[in-house]
């Protein structure tokens, strides 16, 4: 099959530190080469793939001056886009695959060649005109978020898959609790923080800090952060975060917002290290609550969660992991799906 992968320019593909889509879209982009799909990648310059690479930029851009109401980045991502439907109109692909979000949406509502949009990100209601007029399918990467999107067009979700034998097993984690993801106020590090307090245990803090989150990092995480009890060791690249996964007791996950999926779950299970993460959106989705970590409700829940995260077989985990979130699995997912959109079986209604 002729697939165009259409990734979005944040960040190069793969990330060299934080950005799950592009992850996700290297790992897959990569497994659809090594089955002898005629795949294309639209992403930045910088990107590695054995893919064929077609950029607009030579590097990523996450944010940028605002000309005209919308930011260089912006414009870069509907450059993107606009440079493969060309492609597409010449007839070059089979389907497109979109994870480009609303500016991919937006010229992909007029393309003659189908389209499948993979929703990385919640749905946004203000978006609701382009989804009005947007006629491929679509789908979510987890029921939770699903349930917030347009039903005209929908596919089933698909979940993240992930290299899982890339990451160490941690038979014999280190003592400290975990805390991996940018420094925002929904992804609850401040939460993490308090319940590591009440269970009097360690934790270590790793993630990238935005020029948005500057100044919530610095007044609210900043002041926690004491060398000892709780640790901050900045950004971590791939090995680091395998590294720190393996060695955690457990992950904590206490989002405060409707996150679609949350990657460092899968990739916490695939090390062998429990999450406990609060009730909402995806959450339990992914964690089986009691066998692979603990579903919580609330600060204090969390903290009693850690008192008993001995009571969770980390090989369980790992075989969790290996059931349900391995690369093969979503390749063969989208692999379905794009045969669904190209024979044209999910009419638009």
């Known amino acids: 099959m002729r697939i165009a992968q259409l990734a979005p320019t944040y ?3 793969p990330p060299a530190a934080y950005g799950g889509t592009e992850l996700i ?12 799909h005629d795949v294309t990648l639209f992403a930045s310059g910088d990107s590695e793939t054995t893919a064929a690479l077609r950029s607009v930029t030579p590097m ?18 509907l450059a993107n886009a606009q440079a493969c439907f060309l492609a597409a109109a010449a007839g070059e692909f089979d389907i497109v695959h979109n994870h480009a979000g609303v500016e991919g949406l937006v010229l992909a509502a007029a393309s003659r060649t189908p389209v499948l949009t993979t929703n990385h990100n919640p749905f946004v209601p203000q978006t609701q005109p382009i989804w009005e007029a947007y ?3 679509h789908h979510a990467v987890s029921a939770a978020s699903a349930a917030t999107f347009p039903s ?28 991996l ?22 934790l270590v803090l790793a993630g990238k800090v935005d020029t948005a989150d500057v100044e919530h990092f610095t007044r609210d995480i900043e002041p926690a952060i004491d060398g000892n009890r709780v640790t901050y060791v900045g950004e971590a ?16 996950f206490p989002i405060e917002w409707d996150e679609p999926f949350g990657l460092v779950m899968i990739e916490a299970l695939a090390s062998g290290t429990p999450v406990i993460g609060f009730r909402r959106a995806s959450v339990p989705e992914i964690v089986d609550d009691g066998l692979t970590g603990f579903v919580v409700d609330d600060v204090a829940a969390m903290a009693s969660a850690i008192d008993r995260v001995a009571e969770i077989d980390r090989r369980i985990c790992r075989r969790e ?19 669904m959109v190209r024979d044209g079986a999910l009419a638009a209604s």
Do not use: C, N
């Open 60 to 77: 990523p851009v996450r944010y940028g001056d605002v000309t005209d109401g919308l930011r260089h980045a912006e414009y870069l991502q």
């Open 152 to 179: 005209r067009g929908a596919l089933p979700p698909i979940h993240h898959g992930i290299d899982v034998e890339s990451f160490s097993f941690g038979r014999a984690p280190e003592g400290y609790l975990l805390f």
């Open 25 to 36: 879209v290297h790992l897959l982009t990569e497994e659809l080469v090594r089955r002898g």
């Open 11 to 13: 960040e190069r593909v």
């Open 181 to 202: 993801g940018r420094f925002m106020p929904d992804k609850g590090a401040m939460r993490a923080i308090e319940a590591a307090r009440q269970a009097d245990r360690r």
């Open 135 to 137: 006629p491929w399918a």
């Open 237 to 252: 690249d791939a090995d680091t975060k395998r590294r720190l996964l393996a060695g955690a007791d457990a992950l904590l």
């Open 321 to 339: 992991a290996e059931r349900r979130f391995t690369v093969e699995r979503m390749a063969d997912d989208y692999v379905s799906h794009y045969t």
